[in-house]
Structure formats: C-alpha cells, structure tokens
C-alpha cells in the first residue's frame, strides 16, 4: 500500500502544473469560451447527473432518477431493463404534476437533504414485490407501476412527508399534520398516532437537528414483518426560538423557527413501538438520562428485537440498545466510547445479519475499520492507517462483505470485498485511477459504481461482484457531443502534493492553473472549507467553474488541513475544542507554500470559503494580516453559540463548561481588526447558519468603522444559487477581487 501511494504522490508532487490536457475530440468541436452564464447553464457541462440508483427486489431492473438537458435541475424517473437492455421513462414529472408549491415543512426538509433547489421527483421506493413504485411528486404521492400507468394516492393541500411503503409492500405510511398515517396500499390512511394539543408535538419526523447533523431524516420504521412501527414523538416545546425574517425581494416572512443553539435545550424524543393501526402502543426505555440524541433506529432482520443507538449530548458515548418490541424494556449491547480529546463520529456503516451478529463500523483503533460482533466477542475485520468510507453490502450466503476504503490512496476511494472467513484477504473491486462511490441492491448482487477523476466527469455503470462491469448506467464519454466538449481546448489537468504542517503532518494539496507563461506571475484563488466531516482534496472531477476560474487567469488551489475528513483520529482530533486554530494555521502553510513558486504572485492570493468555509475566511484575514490579498466569506458562521446543538457542541463542549473555547473560536471580535479587503455574502432567509450570525457582524463592523463589502441575497436560504443568480454571485467575488488589485489584470510579470 506504502508503495503505491508513494509511487502516485513522486509522480504528482511536482510544483509546476501540467499544461494544457491534450484532448482528441477538441480539434473536432468550435471552441468557446467557458462563461459564468454556460457553467450554471443548461444542460449541465458535467454530463448527465443521474440520482438515487436502486436495483429492484427480482434485480430485473434499474431506477434512476435523470435530470432534464433542457433543465438541469428537474429530474424524472427511468427504468432499465436488464432484460431487453432498454431505458424507459416511466414518470414524467413534467406532464404529471402541476407545479404546486411546496408546504413549509417540505421544503424546510429538503433543505436538510441539501435539494432544496431540485425540481420534479427527489425520491422513490420500489414496492416488495418488485411491480411497483411509490413516488413523491410535489406534495403529493403516486403509484407507478411497469406497465406504465401511474395511479394517484393522496391529492391534499397538506404534504405528505416521509412518505415509506411498509417492508412487505402492504401499507403505505406517511407524515401529515404532524401524525403519522397509515393505510393498506391502495385504500385511504388513516392517522394511527395521538391528535397533540400543542403545534410543537410531532409523531414519525425527525427533529431539526436529527436531519441537519445526525443524519437521520426519518422518525418512523417498519418491522420486517409488517406487524410493527417504531414511531419518534417529538416535543419541541423546550427549544428555544430564533425569530427568523425570511427577507424576500417584495415582502418579508418572519417565523419563529424552534432552533436548539448551542448549549441550549434541545427536542424532547421519545420513541413508541405500536400495531399498524396504533393500538398496543408502548414506550421504549432509553434510560433514566432525557438530555440524549436517538441516532438510529433498526430492527432485527426476523423483527424479534429493535435496536436503538442512542448518544449522549456531549458525544463521547454511544450505547446500542437491545429493546424487547413488546413490552419496551432495553439492554445495553455494547458501548462505543470515544478516545480522549475526541468524540463519536455516528455512521451508516453497519449491517444486522440474520444469523444474529452484526458488522460493524469503529474509529476504536485510530482509523474508521469493520468489526464483526457475533456472540458477545468482537473481530476486527479491516485494519491499517487507512480508513473504511463505506459499508457497501454483505453478501450473508456468500460470507463476502464490500466496502469502500482510502487503502491505496487517502484521495480516492475505492471498492473492495473480504471473506468472513479470512478478512485479511482483500481484493481491489474498482479502478484505482478513479475516485468512487459505491452502492449495492440489498441482496449483494451487483455493484452501482460512480467514478470520475480530473479529465473525465462522472461516470456510473453496474458491476458484477468482480467488478466487472456489466452495462453503462452514464458512460459520459468526453465525445464531440458531450455538453462540455466545445470547452476541453482550454481544459488544465489538476496537479497534487504535499506540504508539511507545524506538527510534520503531510496536507494534500491540488492545483489547476493557466498555461504559464516564462516570467509572469498568477493570481491565486484559494478555496477552502475547513471544516469536520469534509474532504476537498480528491482524484475526483472538479466541474467547469474551477475551470472557469482558471480561463480568468487564476491559479485554483485547495488544501486539506486538520480536523478534515479520512485521515484518523488523531488527524481530525486537532480541532476537539479549539475551531478556527490548527484549520487556519494548515491553510496558512498553503498560502506560504504558494509564495514559493515562481509563477504565483505572492501579493494576489485571495481566499474564499462558504459555510464553515466562510467563517474560516474570517479567521484567516484576522489571524494573518496581509497575507492575503483579499477575502470572501460566503454565509458564515461568526459566534459559534448562535450554531446548532449537536454540530457544535460535538467539537466544543458546552458554552457554560467551555466558555473559553467558544471566546477564542469565534469570528467577530477577530473581524473587528480586519484590515485586507474583505466581501461577506449570505442568504437573507437562511435557516441553518440564520442571518444573524451576519448582521451581527455587520453591525459591529460597522459601529467600529471597519470597511468591509457586503452582497446579501433576498428569499435565499443557505444554498444562494441558481442559473441567474449564481452569474450573479461570482459576479459579485470577481467585481470585488478585480477592484481590489487581486484579479488577473495587472499580475506581476
């Protein structure tokens, strides 16, 4: 493994950039320029973007959800038949819906899903019998079977939320008017949960902070047998409330958005086990303790038991519940303790077997690996200073279990499968020359592979359990036809290294740069994010804006500094109570480094981020005057006591016990001694970093008389994009560097 990386790290760490990519199809097209207006056009330059790929349960078929050439942004459902080898539409979203407007409630959770801007069908669900399937459609939900008709459920004003066919395929259920309602497919549901006296009690929804940090967005599941449903009752009513103005261009909204900051109390969750109809309900035992978070639900494949994990509110311990369904009563199975000075990074990656044991996914060693837990005793199944990404699928006949993993390279992961039998016996599934992602049907019997690296966007294709590949789902080939030909003349290939931090810990690095010119120096523009749970530096294709970016004469450089994601413990542990510190010292060793070359202009390295990305842009201009030549903080947070409970409280603690590293990560105090050029933009409707993290800044940076820029964006929540106002944005940060000497006119010679 050493070796390999090694190999592929000699052969990209050199610092000056690979030129102009040599692309057989260019001389064929009529090259054009890559304007702001073509990247967020339609059809998207990055080829097809198909979404949600599911297998059905015979395996005959392959759904997808394919986005439109006309309209990048709305998706219909298609089929292939991998028996005549044909794709089919088999929803128009178009012809079958009316445009309604979507509830509050609806778009508030696609917001959490980060879709919030797609348009048409976002989901679908296969029935169990493989002839149907249930499929969302603007509040509203439609059966669509093979022969292509298309039968409507619900037609209401209310939507219906978290809409989910039963594990047999007999009832459907979903969430309306904060009940959970349930009925025999076909027939009309019913509510099967108690009618609240109070507005703030939902039953089947997960919480905000279950959907926007844990990664739970539902809060109801099925028994395999149907004779059961685990439903979440949440009460809101001890959430604090933010007073959020949804600032539109003609009128404002203004809603009070129950909204657990930090260190405040969060939603009461309590978890039930009842019948199909509500009856024999009974209330699981999660523990003397109310202060936690129920982090997933999952039912034992025979459904003779519920397993809960449930966290505490610090984050450093995690129990798995074993829960008798029908009297509630619940057992600790075992323990997940966090090592010191870190905290339990909650996952996806297990897998209940029906032989009553169970895969599992730990950082307990340093690294995030697979552990078996059969009979009370633990078997460590990968090891290695890399880490497992994903749990892909578990062939239980076969004793194979696939996954995916940074084993070759920490910036592309790949696809492998392991006996039972002899875990150390791992074999490559996938191209190490490709970053992937990979899915698999619930039976373990072929893989959905999506890959892309730096010339080529993604591709997806189904796989044997070989890895053979059986059939192009997007082959995406860069031919004369494909949407981003007319552009690949001017295409620069991403360049890799390395730089040491402070500690001697290697940073990757990637660059994209212009043809360089003997003895003229570049612009920089340095994006970064920062932040947990992130990883920007990868093998994987980077879109026709970094392309764009450079065609303007920058150079486009990113770093991965500690606290990111997929290097261990004790790498992204460097952050535990202390953001904004090791990020911005990483983030500086970049911009130090790119001093060095010759080609760059040390005095036009700007910045920009988005996010936490945003926030270290403050932090960055604060703690470095004058490295930068300007900066732009994109919707950043700026006091991390006005962020949620379980994101910041996961690195931070508890404003009342660690008030000292709240004071020293927060942005404003630092802004207030900026003195480079600097450009804030946000949504003035954002609901998950609210506006008050910017008009607060915005005030205090005005009352001290710190000259700052500012470009706001009415009705826009945290994502401020589209086809028009997303030229306008970039816009705005080129208009902004170019007035401030940072852009390309004018670079050193």
């Known amino acids: ?69 006309s309209d990048r942004e709305r998706y219909d459902l298609w089929g292939y038949d991998r028996q005549d080898s044909q794709w089919r539409m088999l929803v128009d979203s178009e012809a ?3 445009g309604r407007e979507l509830s509050e409630a609806e778009k508030m959770q696609r917001e959490r899903l980060r879709i919030g801007s797609l348009k048409g069908i976002v989901d679908y669900q296969w029935s169990a019998d493989g002839q149907a399937l249930l499929v969302p459609l603007e509040g509203d939900l439609y059966l669509a079977r093979l022969d292509g008709t298309v039968q409507r459920l619900t037609d209401t004003e209310e939507s219906e939320l978290n809409p989910t066919l039963s594990e047999t395929g007999d009832y459907i259920s979903f969430v309306r008017d904060r009940r959970l309602w349930v009925g025999r497919l076909g027939a009309e549901a019913a509510p099967v949960t108690p009618e609240e006296t109070s507005d703030l009690v939902t039953w089947g929804e997960a919480e905000f902070v279950a959907q926007e940090e844990i990664d739970r967005h539902t809060g109801f ?111 600790v199975l075992f323990t997940e303790q966090a090592a010191q000075g870190h905290w339990i990074n909650l996952t996806n990656n297990y897998r209940f077997l029906k032989d009553g044991s169970l895969i599992w ?19 460590q199944l990968t090891d290695g200073e890399w880490v497992v990404t994903s749990l892909v699928g578990v062939d239980e006949d076969a004793g194979r279990v696939f996954f995916a993993g940074t084993k070759d390279d920490p910036r592309a992961a790949q696809a492998y499968v392991l006996d039972l039998a002899n875990p150390a016996q791992q074999t490559r599934l996938t191209d190490p020359a490709f970053a992937n992602a990979v899915q698999m049907d619930g039976a373990a019997r072929s893989l959905l592979v999506s890959r892309s690296n730096d010339t080529q966007p993604p591709q997806h294709y189904l796989a044997d359990t070989t890895g053979e590949r059986l059939v192009w789902i997007e082959e995406n080939a860069l031919t004369a036809d494909h949407p981003y030909a007319p552009f690949l003349a001017s295409h620069q ?20 740069a212009p043809p360089l010119e003997p003895g003229k120096r570049y612009p920089v523009f340095f994006e970064h994010y920062g932040g947990p749970h992130a990883q920007d530096v990868t093998l994987a294709w980077k879109g026709a804006l ?41 983030q500086k060793a970049g911009a130090e480094y790119l001093k060095t070359l010759d ?151």
């Open 599 to 749: 080609y760059v202009d040390p005095d036009r390295i700007s910045i920009y981020g988005w996010s936490y990305g945003g926030y270290m842009t403050l932090k960055q201009l604060a703690a470095d005057p004058g490295l930068y030549a300007a900066g732009i903080a994109g919707a950043p947070v700026t006091r991390w006591e006005l962020y949620d409970t379980h994101y910041t409280e996961r690195y931070m603690g508890l404003p009342t016990t660690d008030a000292a590293a709240y004071q020293q990560s927060a942005a404003i105090e630092g802004a207030l001694g900026i003195t480079d050029p600097m450009l804030l933009i946000h949504g003035m409707a954002d609901d998950n970093v609210v506006f008050e993290n910017a008009s607060e800044l915005i005030a205090r940076m005005q009352g001290e008389a710190v000259p700052f820029e500012m470009m706001l964006y009415p009705g826009f929540t945290h994502r401020v994009g589209g086809p028009k106002v997303s030229v306008h944005v970039w816009n705005s940060i080129f208009d902004f560097l170019d007035r401030n000497g940072a852009g390309p006119q004018g670079a050193g010679e």
């Open 493 to 512: 290939r991403t360049t890799y290294g390395t730089v040491k931090a402070e500690d001697g810990t290697d940073l990757y690095w990637e660059m994209i």
């Open 1 to 69: 493994m050493r070796t390999l990386i090694a190999a592929i790290l000699l052969a990209t760490t050199a610092a000056t950039p690979v030129l102009a990519q040599e692309v057989p199809v260019a001389e064929a097209v009529n090259a054009q320029e890559l304007t702001l207006e073509r990247v967020f056009g339609s059809p998207s330059l990055n080829g097809p973007a198909p979404r949600a790929p599911k297998m059905s349960p015979d395996g005959r078929y392959l759904t997808l959800l394919r986005n439109r050439e």
């Open 361 to 379: 996914w730990s950082e307990r060693d340093g690294y995030g690996h697979l552990y078996r837990f059969a009979g009370g005793e633990w078997t």
């Open 546 to 586: 970094a392309q764009a970016i450079v065609d303007r004469g920058y150079i486009y450089f990113k770093i991965d500094n500690r606290g990111s994601n997929n290097r261990g413990v004790e790498f992204e542990k460097q952050i535990y109570r202390a953001m904004g510190g090791v990020e911005v010292a990483d």
């Open 96 to 98: 079958l819906g009316s």
């Open 221 to 331: 599941w099925w028994s395999p047998d149907d004779r059961r449903i685990a439903v979440a009752r949440v009460d809101e009513s001890p959430v604090g409330v933010v007073t959020r103005a949804a600032i539109g261009a003609t009128g404002t909204r203004v809603y009070d958005q129950r909204y657990p900051a930090a260190g405040t109390p969060n939603a009461d969750v309590r978890l039930f086990v009842m019948n199909p109809d509500g009856s024999g309900q009974v209330e699981v035992d999660l523990g003397a303790e109310r202060d936690i978070y129920i982090a997933r639900v999952d039912w034992a494949p025979d459904g003779s038991a519920l397993y809960v994990q449930r966290q505490d509110r610090l984050q450093t311990r995690l129990d798995m519940l074993k829960v008798d369904p029908a009297t509630g009563t619940s057992e």
